[in-house]
């Protein structure tokens, strides 16, 4: 499939839609080998909750990297409200932003996987009243947040996604839409 490389190369362009996987360019593996390997597992299985957040469902945030340009994939607590999402960059608490979020200010389009669905979307910071809003749910998900905005004097940024693309995907481990 043109533009789009690793692990991901199986999930196929629907025909006559939109094209949800448009975000292109070579795909860079993260260095830390758990997020690596967590990112294979997760896009060969689909499976959102095969990862290490207590049994807690993740997403696959797919951004371009703001230096080199290549496509980095993060997996990250799901924080979902009525088909909306949100994602926050905690760092665990530590003193400075992560770099998939620094990523997502230098190159808001992303791509989000909720299992086996890939959406092309818009990031965006939370405004103070959204993130007022959205935060009691990111805690009610993921309690260890509120911990976290303690160890720092940052503000944690809640990032929200925007469409980017008016259809999801829906995309088997085996790389078929099975829509057509």
């Known amino acids: 499939m043109t533009g789009w490389h690793g692990p991901t190369s199986h999930l196929t362009r629907p025909t006559g839609r939109h094209d949800p996987l448009s975000l292109s360019g070579d795909y860079e593996p993260s260095p830390q080998q ?3 390997d967590h990112v294979r597992r997760y896009e060969e299985t689909g499976d959102p909750y095969s990862g290490p957040f207590d049994g807690q469902p993740c997403i696959i945030l797919t951004t371009r990297g703001r230096k080199s340009g290549k496509l980095r994939k993060t997996p990250l607590v799901r924080i979902e409200r009525d088909g ?6 905690s760092t665990g608490g530590g003193p400075n932003h992560p770099q998939w979020y620094l990523n997502l200010v230098a190159d808001p389009e992303v791509l989000l996987q909720d299992g086996p669905t890939v959406m092309a979307l818009r990031a965006r ?3 103070p009243e959204e993130r007022a809003g959205w935060w009691p749910l990111a805690t009610a998900v993921w309690p260890q947040y509120d911990d976290y905005g303690e160890r720092t004097d940052r503000l944690i940024p809640l990032v929200l996604f925007d469409p980017g693309n008016p259809e999801p995907s ?4 085996s790389g078929s839409d099975p829509s057509h």
């Open 34 to 36: 758990f997020v690596e």
């Open 84 to 89: 909306d999402y949100a994602v926050v960059a």
């Open 125 to 127: 910071t939370a405004t």
């Open 170 to 173: 829906t995309v088997t481990a």
